[in-house]
């Protein structure tokens, strides 16, 4: 089979769509070949033969062989010889995994120098800095890549021949002190790895190779893709790649661009590039680059080549494109194309004028916009009207706000977070070492770079706040603290960040809430034109429910009467019913919160207009209302301490006595539910008449009014059926006594396995179901809701468990049984209505779940409804 594919302007294997065989980097050259677009030839090697090496550590005859070809190939095409002492062949070797992964996999460059070639090269271009620039940076990549010796050898080599010849800058370095830079490089390699560096062009691409599939498992490419749920066992490919040189002069540079805006989606080209530098000097940081409007100035033929080659490379691929370029004395030469990562906000504002420029349709777009870019849009950020301080001002590298307590190592940054503590990482730049770090701060601030520095593109990719190149800061980590425009901040210290403007501000700074503006508006109005699946909210005041409306639900999907009993002014009502010894006088009780019940549902039925409102009925033990043993014990010897008369004592005793009598072994799997209903009947009798009243008042008032009432924490059809009679029996009386008829339902939780078992006969009683996840995981599963913290952690570390089941539904098993109850429930109804409630129905994989299971409807919190509207539609497309 073919291992080794060829790219080049004639000769070009692959395409676009081998991405998985020749990762991004690959697929993304050999169609840029395909399209007449001027790439340096070179080969890539698959992901297949990564696998295959790592897995052995060798390669078969017939990957050398292919490998063989395709360097004589290359050789004959540039008329030049690896290592040919008069003139010759140099390449990178690169990786480029399936997806990208930045700066996780290393790069070598000019490769094919050796001692002897070196003077070749500099004879035929006539031109010994250049080649002894080529021959440095070669030998202490080379180290640092393949050999695995720290880049800080070599750089502080650097740094000495700086001071030594009173120069700023790598490039006012002339052709001896570079000459002298490779010789000391070298004799770093013997000193650490005790063997001469190879002087064979062949022995050292065969190294490189091996370090490239080597670096699939190096430690950050491994937390990276961890942290992106990439799969381990996918292996990157290898690409050769004839080299060309950005570092030969004036006309000569190398830079990195965006098709458009990645920050804000703004449709202008965005990039930074250097002038007569090579490769990784854009990205590293080392100089500072320039921005690329300017760069038309400089050497105009290859900037309208390079603007040209931008617009049709994003009609070709429709997406905007993250790009790399070199520019060798005037030639313009493309590196590297690849989808552009982008924020949440640009991603949004990219997919809506795509559309209007007719490059993408509708549905495309909405698949283009992901849950956590949403996610992201709705967190908070700072208020634009609040005076705030700011003491530095960086590059708005990645967006949103963010608030935290300075550290100044990743490792800190990720003690911190595991300690629940929300950091800021302050750092003089970022390096892949970082990312984990990165990952647990809260954002980031770095001290050098640019837009498309490390800090810059790993920032954008997770979604985290940073405001990079903020050179009025100078870190001082032996005292621990940065300075910044006289001001003094130590470690542990609070700063707040704003990734939109690149503000830095010394304190906590409160933020705000995020709006949805015109653009994401459009793009979850075409959702809603594509999905079929339903999105309720979970919402149990008139304040959440109108949120939930104004963020796009379409009707309440559970709300939970018991929250309603815990307002201040209830629970005195609350606990005399509790306290209650006989039917009467829990009547008694219930009468006095009739009238709050009452108007609760007004306030809910008046905010969601007509919309479907599904209301379970009480649910959690009564001594969930009651003050805690302890609490009591303490007022009880207070109050004997004090010797009061006045019978409070006695009062006490007595609410002490029926928290006993309350207490259970096991709550969650207590008198709950409609246990309570059935036993004490006149609970649900009151509840009833206030949804009833409620909806025959307001249907006098002319509105329509649905109430679905919803029995919980059915297991048994007889549970239902005889709590469904009560409630019918309550509903027909009210509607009886206003002359009022109200088109009301009556429904089910399924969320115990037997409910979902026996589903047939449950539906025969039910008007709908509504799958309560959260218990119906507790109870598959036998995991409590409220202790899992204690294992599933440690579950998920040992690989017992990918995911949190609270958190991700277990489709394996509760969705199992999920398919269960609706196949029954169907069986017997087949319009029955079924939707999910519980936490569930605001994450993404879920809600792709709840689709390809056939239900109705999702029903989430408020602030996951425009989430769940995105994902339904993408689970159509
Ligand atoms: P990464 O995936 O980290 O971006 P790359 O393989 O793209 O690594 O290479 C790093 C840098 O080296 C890039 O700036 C790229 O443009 C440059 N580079 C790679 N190959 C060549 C080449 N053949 N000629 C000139 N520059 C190159
Ligand atoms: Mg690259
Ligand atoms: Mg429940």
Redesign the pocket.
């Known amino acids: 089979s073919k291992f080794v594919y060829f790219f080049g302007k004639d000769v070009t294997d692959g395409k676009a769509s081998m991405r998985d065989l020749l990762g991004g980097?690959g697929a993304g050259l050999a169609e840029m070949a395909n399209l007449g677009i001027p790439v340096?030839p070179?080969f890539t090697i698959t992901t297949e033969v990564c696998v295959l090496y790592l897995e052995g550590k060798k390669y078969s005859e017939e990957v050398l062989k292919q490998v063989e070809e395709a360097i004589d190939k290359l050789e004959t095409l540039n008329n030049k010889k690896l290592g040919d002492p008069e003139d010759p062949l140099l390449?990178?070797v690169?990786?480029?995994a399936r997806v990208?992964?930045?700066?996780?996999?290393?790069?070598v460059?000019n490769l094919g120098l050796t001692d002897k070639s070196v003077l070749g090269l500099a004879n035929k271009v006539n031109d010994e800095r250049f080649a002894y620039d080529c021959y440095r940076r070669f030998i202490s990549m080379f180290g640092d890549v393949v050999l695995g010796i720290d880049f800080e050898k070599f750089e502080s080599l650097i740094e000495d021949k700086k001071k030594e010849l009173k120069v700023e800058s790598d490039t006012d370095l002339d052709a001896k002190a570079l000459k002298d830079l490779a010789e000391r490089f070298k004799g770093v390699i013997k000193l650490e790895k005790g063997f001469e560096f190879p002087q064979d062009p062949k022995v050292q691409l065969q190294m490189a190779i091996d370090a490239v599939f080597d670096s699939w498992n190096n430690p950050r490419a491994i937390t990276y893709r961890k942290l992106n749920e990439i799969d381990d066992s996918w292996g990157t490919a290898v690409?050769v790649?004839?080299?060309?040189?950005?570092n030969r002069g004036n006309t000569s540079g190398?830079g990195?661009a965006f098709t458009r805006n990645p920050s804000t989606g703004e449709r202008k080209f965005f990039g930074e590039y250097l002038i007569n530098a090579?490769?990784?000097?854009?990205?590293a940081g080392i100089r500072t680059p320039d921005f690329i409007d300017t760069l038309g100035n400089k050497i105009p033929e290859a900037y309208n080549q390079l603007v040209d080659i931008c617009k049709k490379l994003e009609a070709h691929f429709k997406d905007m494109q993250d790009i790399?370029?070199?520019i060798q004395e005037g030639k313009l030469?493309m590196?590297?194309t690849r989808t552009g990562k982008r924020t949440a906000a640009a991603a949004v504002k990219l997919a809506t004028d795509m559309v209007a420029e007719g490059l993408i349709d509708k549905e495309t777009a909405v698949t283009r916009v992901k849950a956590e870019h949403i996610d992201l849009l709705l967190h908070p950020r700072i208020d634009p009207n609040a005076k705030l301080e700011v003491v530095a001002k960086g590059l708005p590298a990645s967006p949103g706000a963010a608030v935290g307590k300075v550290v100044f190592t990743a490792e800190a940054a990720e003690e911190m977070a595991e300690k629940g503590e929300k950091t800021i990482l302050v750092r003089t730049e970022t390096s892949p070492e970082d990312i984990g770090g990165m990952a647990a701060a809260q954002g980031v601030i770095t001290v050098r770079g640019g837009m498309t520095s490390h800090a810059a593109v790993v920032g954008r990719g997770m979604g985290k706040p940073c405001v990079v190149g903020c050179g009025d800061i100078s870190i001082d980590t032996k005292s621990g603290l940065f300075m910044v425009n006289g001001h003094t901040v130590k470690e542990h210290d609070y700063v707040t960040i704003d990734g939109s403007t690149g503000s830095v501000i010394i304190g906590k700074v409160e933020l705000i809430d995020a709006e949805i503006n015109e653009d994401l508006k459009k793009i979850l109005q075409w959702a809603d034109e594509i999905r079929t699946l339903g999105v309720r909210t979970n919402a149990d005041n008139p304040a959440d429910a109108g949120l939930a409306r104004e963020l796009g639900a379409e009707g309440i999907g559970l709300c939970r009467t018991e929250h309603m009993f815990f307002g201040e002014e209830r629970i005195p009502a609350v606990r005399e019913m509790i306290m209650a010894e006989d039917e009467k006088s829990r009547r008694k009780a219930l009468k006095k919160l009739l009238p709050m019940q009452k108007e609760d549902f007004l306030g809910i039925f008046r905010s969601m207009e007509g919309l479907p409102v599904t209301i379970r009925l009480l649910d959690p033990p009564l001594h969930e209302f009651l003050p805690d043993k302890e609490e009591l014990d303490a007022k009880l010897r207070e109050l004997e301490a004090s010797g009061d008369s006045s019978g409070k004592i006695n009062e006490v005793k007595k609410v002490i006595q029926r928290v006993v009598s309350l207490k259970e072994i096991n709550p969650m799997l207590g008198h709950r539910g409609c246990r309570l209903g059935i036993t004490y009947p006149e609970i649900y009798d009151m509840q009833v008449r206030a949804i009833m009243e409620a909806a025959c008042e307001l249907t006098n008032e002319g509105m329509k009014i649905t109430p679905e009432i919803m029995i919980p924490l059915v297991g048994l059809v007889k549970e239902l059926a005889i709590t469904r009679e009560e409630v019918c029996k309550m509903a027909e009386k009210v509607m009886a006594e206003k002359g009022v008829k109200i088109d009301y339902k009556v429904g089910t939780m399924i969320e115990l396995p037997r409910a979902a078992i026996v589903a047939d006969q449950i539906a025969q009683e039910a008007d709908f179901f509504s799958f309560g996840t959260n218990d119906l995981t507790q109870t598959t599963f036998g995991f409590s809701r409220d202790d899992v913290s204690k294992f599933v952690p440690i579950y998920q570390k040992a690989g017992i468990i990918e995911h949190d089941p609270f958190a991700v539904l277990d489709q394996e098993g509760v969705g199992e049984i999920m398919k269960i109850g609706i196949s029954k429930g169907r069986s017997v109804k087949p319009d029955l209505k079924m939707g999910i409630c519980g936490e569930h129905g605001g994450e993404p994989r879920s809600i792709h779940f709840a689709y390809d299971i056939g239900l109705n409807y999702v029903s989430c919190s408020p602030y996951r409804v425009p989430i769940a509207r995105l994902v339904a539609a993408q689970s159509t497309i």
Not at 100 to 107: E, I, L, Q, R
């Open positions: 980097k340096p070179g390449v990178s690169r990786s480029g990208s992964m930045p700066g996780m996999m290393d790069t460059l690409n790649q004839t080299m060309v040189y950005g190398t990195v090579q490769g990784e000097d854009v990205v790399e370029f070199t030469y590196l590297q």
